[in-house]
């Protein structure tokens, strides 16, 4: 293998985003490893698509180091992440490999944050959210940082209408009786599920859109230093009184009874958007900042659907970090790779919003 490109490992390459991820690194000329807990199903695909399969559980660290083994790139898809990070991150750093993921979840960022100095003295990059969620927001807010170095507020917004898939659904699951979060005054701010609500227009139109805790509470304050941040989605009206009915069903919905039962109406949806309607949606987002003097900068982005992007996105950092493009320590994407990362993913498109009164 010597003079050989160095190998990326793509673990949960099974799963739906998995898969979406292998195909768009075949199209970019990428082998990539795969991996994940099931032998048979990693066996199949990599035997499919000539690939080399390492099958290891996340629970067995010897298995997880031989896999590891002459990979400098880890490109984990397992989720939901808070089950699955730890294991990963711990093997990336003993194999002095980088670690991306395509983590939302709030609580997997801050934990891969407090171990940024760990990363660094292992020379390891740890670049959790490599996917929808937070590349486009998290570009959308360094560069509205950008226009406005002052801002002291950030708000975002995304709308996307494909459905999700039983991984995301998993997740949300999950999280479900944890209710919301903002950032205030640079803390993490635990609030009802939509708590605000407010109309925004995406450019295509005004929609109705309610606060949630996205992956940007905790990274845009990494990638920004701003220190009041919220992120709203789009909602329909019964979509916003099941998320406030959430707020009092939340405790019984998180019980081990509960969550069995909506796992297992998870499981027996079809694994995610089909290919028909990904390609029919796009995904908006608008973000906004402003500043104790009265400064203010909009801009907007529309996006490929968030599965597609998520592909994009992921093997485009995977590549730049293969390429030696990893910064050590935590980074979120815009720290690692910049504002303009987010234009480098086919279809995408970026506005400077023009808005009266004082403007960065
Ligand atoms: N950031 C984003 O924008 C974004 C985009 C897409 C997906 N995601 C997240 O990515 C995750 C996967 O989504 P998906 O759509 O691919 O879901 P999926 O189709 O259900 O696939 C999940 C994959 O993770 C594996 N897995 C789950 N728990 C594991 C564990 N404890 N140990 C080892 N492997 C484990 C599964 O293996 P088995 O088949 O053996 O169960 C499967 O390969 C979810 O958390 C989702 O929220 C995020």
């Not at 990274?219 to 789009?234: D, L, Q, R």
């Not at 959430?246 to 089909?274: D, E, F, I």
């Amino acid at each position: 293998m010597s003079g050989a490109p160095p190998p990326l490992l793509v673990y949960g390459a099974t799963g739906y985003t998995g898969r979406l991820i292998v195909e768009r690194a075949l199209e970019e000329g990428l082998r990539p490893v795969l991996a994940g807990r099931d032998a048979d199903a990693v066996g199949r695909l990599a035997r499919a698509r000539g690939l080399e399969a390492r099958p290891c559980a996340l629970d067995d660290p010897a298995a997880l180091d031989r896999a590891l083994t002459g990979c400098r790139v880890v490109l984990h898809c397992a989720g939901p992440f808070a089950r699955t990070a730890k294991p990963m991150a711990d093997a990336c750093v003993r194999a002095g490999a980088h670690y991306l993921d395509i983590t939302g979840e709030i609580t997997v960022f801050e934990y891969l944050a407090a171990r940024s100095a760990e990363a660094l003295r292992a020379g390891v990059m740890l670049l959790p959210g490599v996917g929808f969620d937070v590349v486009p927001s998290d570009c959308l807010a360094a560069h509205l940082h950008r226009r406005l170095p002052s801002a002291t507020w950030l708000v975002l917004a995304l709308h996307g209408a494909s459905g999700v898939s039983r991984g995301t659904a998993t997740t949300m699951i999950e999280n479900i009786g944890n209710g919301g979060a903002v950032r205030r005054g640079g803390r993490i701010t635990p609030v009802p599920a939509a708590w605000r609500q407010r109309d925004i227009d995406y450019g295509d139109r005004v929609r109705r859109s309610v606060t949630i805790p996205w992956g940007d509470v905790s990274t845009a304050f990494h990638s920004t230093g701003i220190a009041n941040i919220e992120v709203y989605t789009a909602a329909s009206p019964s979509a916003i009184r099941a998320l406030v009915l959430s707020r009092y069903l939340g405790p019984l919905l998180a019980t081990p009874p509960a969550q069995h039962l909506l796992k297992r109406r998870v499981r027996s949806r079809t694994p995610g958007p089909s290919v028909e309607r990904r390609r029919a949606a796009v995904a908006r987002l608008w973000g906004e900042v402003w500043d104790g003097d009265g400064h203010r900068a909009q801009a907007r982005l529309r996006t490929p659907e968030g599965y597609t992007l998520t592909a994009l996105t992921a093997v485009a950092a995977a590549k730049k970090v293969l390429a030696g493009g990893a910064k050590p320590g935590f980074q979120t994407p815009s720290l690692a790779f910049g504002a303009d990362f987010i234009l480098e993913a086919a279809g995408v498109e970026r506005e400077d919003v023009v808005i009266p009164g004082p403007t960065a």
